[in-house]
């Protein structure tokens, strides 16, 4: 699924949670973020990556994103990932 892709099919489902990959093709997840965000501002949004760019991290968890999860990653984490922003 492409970042465009992503957003549609969040305004059609509107998940409770969203997993989303940071690099996309077509629109990246920081720029799906902002859009899910500006449709959705109680959207939880985790982020998978393998950037290790704090920056674009930071970029993403202050336009809404929950929270990120580093690849590689284990089940127990993504469990604990989901587990806690469900909670809140």
Do not use: H, R, W
Not at 6 to 14: A, D, Q, T, V
Not at 40 to 50: G, R, Y
């Amino acid at each position: 699924m492409d970042g465009e892709e992503s957003i549609f099919m969040y305004k059609e489902i509107k998940p409770d949670l969203i997993l989303l990959d940071l690099a996309m093709p077509k629109k990246d997840g920081l720029t799906v973020v902002k859009e899910i965000i500006k449709f959705d501002p109680n959207a939880k949004i985790i982020l998978i990556t393998t950037n290790d760019d704090q920056k674009i991290i930071k970029e993403c968890l202050s336009d809404g994103a929950s929270s990120y999860i580093s690849k590689p990653f284990g089940f127990k984490v993504v469990l604990k990932g989901i587990t806690d922003i469900l909670a809140k």
